[in-house]
């Protein structure tokens, strides 16, 4: 089965930037989906991608976020401008359409 790896999270000051990556072992789905956690709350659906590029976005990030995707890669990118301290929290990748095992995600705080 496909292994999904998070990673670009980290520390950063209310409007700054950070950009994730979600590297696949094998061929990503067709949909891919971004999604966070914060503790005691259920996973957030926060930004779609299909293989042709259509995108979507929850109310909260639009505007702001930026999912992308390089097939030739196995890699979904989520680019995250102007971030606010509500934006916290573990960023995952998977696929709603044809879900696989969750990775272990990565940690996005905001904070001054």
């Known amino acids: 089965q496909v292994q999904l790896v998070e990673s670009g999270g980290g520390l950063v000051q209310p409007g700054g930037s950070l950009r994730l990556s979600c590297a696949a072992s094998?061929?990503?789905?067709?949909?891919m989906n971004w999604f966070r956690q914060t503790p005691g709350k259920q996973r957030e659906l926060v930004a779609t991608i299909t293989r042709g590029a259509d995108t979507g976005y929850a109310p909260s990030v639009k505007g702001r976020f930026t999912i992308s995707r390089d097939n030739t890669k196995n890699t979904v990118y989520l680019q995250m401008n102007n971030l606010k301290p509500e934006d916290t929290a573990v960023y995952y990748c998977?696929?709603?359409?044809?879900?696989?095992?969750w990775g272990q995600g990565t940690q996005v705080t905001v904070s001054s």
């Open positions: 094998g061929t990503i789905s067709n949909t």
């Open positions: 998977n696929s709603i359409t044809n879900p696989v095992n």
